[in-house]
């Protein structure tokens, strides 16, 4: 079953998004639409790694991917962060997830009580749904996602959907 692939992007640098940018749409095709820029200060959980003054966006695929690629999405994504990374650390986080007509499922490494596990250390979440009026969220939704902006930037995604 086909689905609009993504990859949240949270950095420093413009520059390192670029590289990012390159790399995956050399291995998955044509960045189609990318959301705006905001200020990721939600948490403060990356900061030791990554530093202050984080910027997140996202940018999607134009050609729909069958959706059992999310673990392959992500584990490439893996790759990318360690080859961009500076002594261990990391100057990007990569977080790829699929939008359906239905909801917004996001990869992560991080094992939680409602996560499905993917194989190779990958987790999946349904991270959102889609209702008529607009998104809803879960206790689990990270807060960034909850923004009404972006709720509404995933559903220009949904709309464009024709699978």
């Known amino acids: ?19 990012a940018k390159k790399l995956l749409a050399s291995e998955y095709g044509e ?3 990318e959301s705006f820029v905001y200020d990721f200060n939600f948490t403060d959980y990356y900061e030791k790694e990554m530093g202050k003054r984080l910027k997140k966006r996202f940018m999607v695929f134009k050609e729909p991917m069958e959706r059992d690629k999310l673990l392959e999405v992500k584990l490439y994504a893996m790759k990318i962060e360690e080859k961009l990374s ?11 997830g699929y939008i359906t007509k239905h909801s917004l ?3 992560t490494r991080k094992e939680r009580s409602h996560r499905i596990y993917l194989g190779e250390g990958i987790f999946a979440e349904v991270t959102l749904t889609f209702t008529k009026k607009g998104c809803r969220y879960f206790e689990w939704t990270y807060k960034d996602y909850k ?17």
């Open 105 to 107: 499922v996001l990869a």
């Open 147 to 163: 923004q009404e902006k972006l709720c509404g930037f995933f559903q220009e995604i949904r709309k464009e959907l024709n699978i």
């Open 86 to 96: 500076v002594d261990g650390k990391r100057r990007i986080n990569l977080d790829p």
């Open 31 to 33: 960045i189609e639409k």
């Open 1 to 19: 079953m086909l689905a609009k692939f993504f990859v949240a992007c949270m950095y420093k640098s413009e520059e390192i998004y670029e590289d």
